[in-house]
C-alpha cells in the first residue's frame, strides 16, 4: 500500500512539473514582441512615372532568454476600390538580413535578445485614369495594413497580426 502512496505522489509530481515547464515555455514565447507605435516613417526607395516605391521599418525584441523563429510573414493592404480606386498598392515584407524583391519571406531564427526590425515595402501604380504614380499617391487617403508574422517559439504556431496606419500626410511627403 505504500508503494502504491509513492507511486501516485511521484506521478503527481511529474505531473505538475511538466504543466509547470509547458507553462514558461508558453509564456516565453510572449516575449518576442513587436513595437508598431515605433515603426519609422514612409521613406522613399524609388521613383519612376509608373511606380513609386516606399519602405517602413517595424521594430522588434526577443526579450525571451529562447530562441524563436519567424516562419512567414506577409502584409495585407486595406484600401478597397471604394476608399480609393486611382492606384493600386502592392507590399511585401523581409527582414534586413535576407531581403527579396519576390513576395517570399526567408524563415529565419530569432535569437534570445536579439532586438531588429522588418522591413514592409510598398509599390504605388497608377490606374483607372490616373497618369503617374506620383498623380495616383497624391489622391491616397489614410491607408491601413495588417503586417502578419506566422511564429514558433518553445510551443505551438501562432500568429500576431499588428494593424499599423500610413497617414495620407506622409504619403504625400514622399513625392
Known amino acids: 500500500m505504500i508503494v502504491v502512496g509513492i507511486i501516485l505522489v511521484l506521478i503527481v509530481l511529474v505531473i505538475l512539473f511538466t504543466l509547470q515547464l509547458i507553462s514558461k515555455h508558453a509564456a516565453a514565447d510572449k516575449l518576442l514582441v513587436f513595437y508598431k507605435e515605433k515603426r519609422t516613417q514612409a521613406k522613399l526607395v524609388s521613383k519612376t512615372e509608373d511606380k513609386i516605391e516606399f519602405s517602413v521599418d517595424v521594430p522588434y525584441d526577443n526579450k525571451s532568454r529562447d530562441e524563436g523563429i519567424f516562419l512567414d ?13 486611382g492606384a493600386l498598392m502592392r507590399a511585401r515584407v ?53 503586417l ?27 513625392i
Do not use: S, W
Open 73 to 85: 510573414a506577409f502584409v495585407r493592404i486595406y484600401l478597397p476600390d471604394e476608399q480609393y480606386n
Open 94 to 146: 523581409n527582414h534586413p538580413a535576407a531581403p527579396r524583391t519576390d513576395d517570399y519571406f526567408e524563415a529565419r531564427l530569432v535569437p534570445p535578445g536579439e532586438k531588429g526590425h522588418l522591413t514592409v515595402t510598398f509599390e504605388v501604380t497608377p490606374r483607372n485614369g490616373k497618369k503617374t504614380a506620383e498623380e495616383a499617391l497624391l489622391g491616397i487617403p489614410d491607408v491601413e495594413f495588417a
Open 148 to 174: 502578419y508574422v506566422e511564429r514558433r517559439g518553445r510551443m505551438e504556431l501562432f500568429h500576431n497580426k499588428e494593424n499599423i496606419l500610413l497617414t495620407k500626410e506622409e504619403l504625400q511627403k514622399l
